[in-house]
T-cell receptor, first 113, second 111 residues
Framework: DADVTQTPRNRITKTGKRIMLECSQTKGHDRMYWYRQDPGLGLRLIYYSFDVKDINKGEISDGYSVSRQAQAKFSLSLESAIPNQTALYFC????????????FGPGTRLTVL | QKEVEQNSGPLSVPEGAIASLNCTYSDRGSQSFFWYRQYSGKSPELIMFIYSNGDKEDGRFTAQLNKASQYVSLLIRDSQPSDSATYLCAVGPGTGNQFYFGTGTSLTVIP
């Protein structure tokens, strides 16, 4: 079984719809991250969480919200999707030890029409 | 100024040659430096990490770090067509306690 799973893997939705992307991990890592990737812009951090009670905004959090339901689960919500949120979304995890690299899930390709 | 800068390429090398990928970063407080490989449509995969100045070798890969120049590089020896991918440089955690990624360098190894 994969260490980090993301659901759904692909999603097409319409402008204005609410959508949730889910991430689960079995690596036992405390830290979890949501990134989006766009051509030419690289990976940009949306939100990150160092434990269940700790949620932090990344560089592009506007239009997104997150929930850390448990150590192993971290979900990303788009309250009212817009076309420029069309991107590849990655969940990542890392160990508590500072400097441990992020380990990425398989990604969710989201298209907003 | 971006936190992490990479030449986007594309970089093309013949099979068997050495591919050299470069990265600069702006946060002098950064402590950890990583190279990820990403195939088209797939997630980034960690291939090298380096924490101290100097060289670190792992098989055909060598990571080089120069903190004074804020420069990180990745050398791929005996390049293979299967090395064709985008290579992402990542740096952190620095003063913002985050990891920052470059936009990636696209590498093509020509058989």
């Amino acid at each position: 079984d994969a260490d980090v799973t993301q659901t759904p893997r692909n999603r097409i939705t319409k402008t204005g719809k609410r959508i949730m992307l889910e991430c689960s991990q079995t690596k036992g890592h405390d830290r979890m991250y949501w990134y989006r990737q766009d051509p030419g812009l690289g990976l940009r951090l949306i939100y990150y969480s160092f434990d269940v009670k700790d949620i932090n905004k990344g560089e592009i959090s506007d239009g997104y919200s997150v929930s850390r339901q448990a150590q192993a689960k971290f979900s990303l919500s788009l309250e009212s999707a817009i076309p420029n949120q069309t991107a590849l979304y990655f969940c990542a995890t890392s160990d508590l030890m500072s400097g441990s690299p992020p380990f990425f899930g398989p990604g969710t390709r989201l298209t907003v029409l | 100024q971006k936190e992490v800068e990479q030449n986007s390429g594309p970089l093309s090398v013949p099979e068997g040659a050495i591919a050299s990928l470069n990265c600069t970063y702006s946060d002098r407080g950064s402590q950890s430096f990583f190279w990820y490989r990403q195939y088209s449509g797939k997630s980034p995969e960690l291939i090298m990490f380096i924490y101290s100045n100097g060289d670190k070798e792992d098989g055909r890969f060598t990571a080089q770090l120069n903190k004074a120049s804020q420069y990180v590089s990745l050398l791929i020896r005996d390049s293979q067509p299967s090395d064709s991918a985008t290579y992402l440089c990542a740096v952190g955690p620095g003063t913002g306690n985050q990891f920052y990624f470059g936009t990636g360098t696209s590498l093509t190894v020509i058989p």
